[in-house]
């Protein structure tokens, strides 16, 4: 079984532990998951099923999420799991003022990940450190929002706003929630997050644990194939005998095909190095590819020129 879950994710259960599920419900050893979701978030937890395990890094970036930040207290975690800080109640704290701020977190921003969280440094989890007692300075990291819209407003001694907010990967909603609180005076941290959208899966169409186990048990469990998860990558299709050749490792030149072909109007819409799939002209998905420019070898007397190089071979997967 080869292809992709969107699961919905509940709270309580770390990204690992619903890995470990699927692998118990499914029956399968090869399950891997993209894009971490804390513990106590919910929402679209992307799962690679077989040889899919091999595609996450190739699956669109972008994410969406719904978020409660609450002001007036700050934590160790920079959510409600974690030690309280401060706690100071901020009654006078007004919808406007939080409007006011939100436009400094748009665009290409300069964010510093929670001390408590999976980013590595010296090789080791920053929460590892944290929960150690190690004084470490978490690394700036530049991340990009592209919407952050307040969808309600809840006064009150310790008010909370309703976030929805589109992002690139390795964007923290836990950082957010703490600057705008340090932005407004107040603190802030954040109550509670739902990914709505994370590499391409939206919410409305996941399955939950419960789905899943009763679909396995019907036996009517379908993932989804890897050519739609992938469909936002520009495709390439090949022929006999090219298909056969590029599966075995081979890469295909351009001067070989026809002017008729396609491919070099294709090529020109396509950057070098950048992945892009590689599909057999009966509609399988023979895996990822990419274009490079490669120079003449005297020595073996290879030519040089455009070249379509293998980068994930699935052997034929039905796409």
Known sequence: MDGFLNLHKPAGLTSHDCVARVRRLLKMKRVGHGGTLDPAATGVLPIALGRATRLLQFLRQDKAYEAIARFGLTTTTDDLEGEVLTQTPAPHLTREQVEHWLPKFLGTIQQVPPAYSAIQVGGQRLYNLARAGAAVEVPVRTVEVYRLELLDWQPGDFPAAKLAIACGAGTYIRSIARDLGSLLDTGGTLANLIRTQSHGFDLADSLSLDDLAAQAEAGTFEPIPAAIALA????????EPDAT?????????????????????????????????????????LGIGKWVETQPDEESGASGGDRLVPWVVLSGQSG
Do not use: F, M, Y
Request: aromatic share 2%; net charge positive.
């Open 232 to 239: 936002h990558l520009p495709a390439i299709t090949l022929t």
């Open 245 to 285: 050749r590029w599966t075995q490792g081979q890469k295909i030149g351009l001067e070989a095909r026809g002017e008729g072909s396609g491919v070099r109007e294709a090529i020109a819409l396509i950057a070098q190095n950048a992945p892009l799939r590689v599909c057999h002209a009966d509609g399988r998905l």
